[in-house]
């Protein structure tokens, strides 16, 4: 991947950026195949309202990043009775 520039790479495995409606059903057999073909950093985007279990396994599997911002804001407006 240097010959492109990449630092990281975001890849699907049915997370979703926002809250979950409900519990996403994660393919962590995506991280292991990308895994083995790539040596690059991996990222999950879309971590909000995934189960600790998961950020585990996920980073087991070689997750090194994990965006939940959504998390973050949720809380942020819910603590300053905003809807920023």
Request: proline residues 2%; charged residues 15%.
């Amino acid at each position: 991947m240097d010959e492109i520039g990449l630092d990281f790479l975001a890849i699907a495995f049915v997370t979703v950026h926002g809250a979950y409606v409900k519990e996403p059903n994660l393919n962590m057999n995506v991280i292991s195949d990308v895994v083995s073909k790539v040596d690059i950093p991996l990222v999950m985007h879309g971590g909000s309202g995934v189960l600790a279990e998961n950020y585990k396994l996920a980073i087991k599997r070689g997750i090194t990043k994990i965006t939940y911002s959504a998390f973050i804001f949720l809380q942020y407006r819910t603590a300053n009775g905003t809807t920023c």
